[in-house]
């Protein structure tokens, strides 16, 4: 599907969303060289993952924008376009490919100037090694913490060191939906998740579902009894069930002391190995396996 949409009035135009294959918009894109003094929305996505040309460039500029969508056309580094638009209210980064790679202090310093920031989401296409996050986090001096007073919905995707990185240094008073997708590592350190967390009374609870699925494994606030959407969400991309499990154990010690549903959801096969083996107490229900346990 081709979708290309400008709403005009006056100078340039208030709204832009496009969403093409890879050569139209790296053309279109390329002419965004100058100011857009009036734009409040941009929306760019491309139709194929993975391509490293498309990037805005430097000397694009719109100081009033509010909503900024990129998936995965990427913010060259030292583009004045996030310190300038002070008043943005959506920020989404997504696919943010290798060569497009900016630290958490960079992106520290930019969203210490969005008070106003409601939606941010920041998601890598491919893990960069936790070591490289973790001596770019020891080069870094102590930053200022941040508020987003505001801040409602969070998405990130990437390695755990980067995360922490970010949840150390941010406080979001309202945010109401949590959403933390993490990709496949030896060891898994998240301290400052917990306490981030706290500091939303929306996101406090008591117990959480822990789900095992072939892709990966997910953490989400249980209601008793209903079935609606979860404002926290955590998901750990692998696929081998020890590895599933050794992982989730080391992100349960950073969710103490609250209590554990989990269910088995992987493949029947695998589900059958996993009763047969005596290693749960498990109940028949929809396909699915249930356990309780409480103080993890």
């Given at each position: 599907m081709k979708r290309v949409f400008c709403s005009r009035s006056g100078d340039r135009g208030h709204y832009i969303a496009l969403?093409?294959?890879?050569?139209?918009?790296?053309?279109?894109?390329?002419?965004?060289?100058?100011?857009?003094?009036?734009?409040?929305?941009?929306?760019?996505?491309?139709?194929?993952?993975?391509?490293?040309?498309?990037?805005?460039?430097?000397?694009?500029?719109?100081?009033?924008?509010?909503?900024?969508?990129?998936?995965?056309?990427?913010l060259p580094i030292g583009s004045p376009l996030l310190t300038a638009a002070v008043g943005l209210v959506t920020l989404v980064l997504a696919d943010i490919l290798p060569s497009a790679y900016f630290p958490p202090s960079y992106l520290l310093a930019r969203l210490s100037l969005t008070p106003q920031l409601e939606r941010l989401a920041i998601r890598f296409y491919s893990p960069l090694p936790n070591r490289d996050v973790e001596r770019q986090l020891l080069d870094t001096p102590i930053m200022t913490h941040i508020t987003l007073p505001h801040l409602r919905w969070f998405s990130f995707k990437g390695v755990s060191a980067y995360l922490e990185g970010l949840l150390a240094r941010i406080s979001a008073p309202v945010l109401s939906d949590l959403e933390i997708e993490l990709f496949n590592q030896l060891t898994f350190t998240v301290p400052h998740l917990l306490q981030f967390m706290d500091t939303s009374e929306i996101l406090s609870f008591s117990t959480v579902w822990l789900d095992f699925r072939a892709d990966g494994f997910i953490f989400r606030r249980h209601y008793q009894g209903k079935w609606t959407p979860s404002p926290f969400y955590l998901k750990v991309l692998c696929r081998h069930l020890d590895w599933q499990v050794s992982s989730a154990a080391q992100i349960l010690g950073a969710l103490h002391p609250y209590s554990l549903l989990w269910r088995n959801s992987r493949s029947a096969t695998e589900s059958r190995i996993d009763r047969q083996s005596g290693t749960t107490r498990s109940t028949a229900h929809s396909g699915a396996n249930f356990s309780d346990r409480s103080a993890i």
């Open positions: 969403d093409l294959p890879s050569p139209k918009l790296r053309k279109i894109i390329t002419t965004m060289n100058e100011q857009f003094p009036i734009l409040e929305r941009l929306w760019i996505q491309s139709q194929a993952k993975g391509d490293r040309s498309l990037v805005l460039p430097r000397t694009f500029q719109a100081p009033h924008l509010r909503h900024l969508i990129l998936w995965p056309t990427a």
